[in-house]
């Protein structure tokens, strides 16, 4: 079992900046993958980036260049920091850990908006 606490939401605006976190419940050293995803109302869950335990990332196509997919082992966290942010990238942001099973946070609100 791995419980996932996101953190860093909030209203920003257009070109402006926010950093997620995600803090796991153990080791993320021993986790397969970790990645965040994002939902908007009325649109499929999608993914934003992720990062494998070789540090390997990929990213979706509308956030390559803006956004950077981090980890630190030590602190068992991972970061999602996001530049250059646009209204589309208005959302509920989702961290995602898989190992056998995906496991789920709670989830942050990043709005765009002037």
């Known amino acids: 079992q791995v419980q996932l606490v996101e953190s860093g939401g909030g209203l920003v605006q257009p070109g402006g900046s926010l950093r997620l976190s995600c803090a796991a419940s153990r080791s993320i050293f021993v986790i397969n993958s970790m990645g965040w995803y994002r939902q908007a109302p009325g649109k499929q869950r999608e993914l934003v980036a992720v990062?494998?335990?070789?540090?390997?990332?990929n990213y979706a196509d509308s956030v390559k260049g803006r956004f950077t997919i981090s980890r630190d082992n030590a602190k068992n966290t991972v970061y999602l920091q996001m530049n250059s942010l646009k209204p589309e990238d208005t959302a509920i942001y989702y961290c995602k850990a898989t190992t056998r099973n995906g496991y789920w946070g709670q989830g942050t609100q990043v709005t765009v908006s002037s």
């Open positions: 990062i494998t335990r070789d540090r390997d990332t």
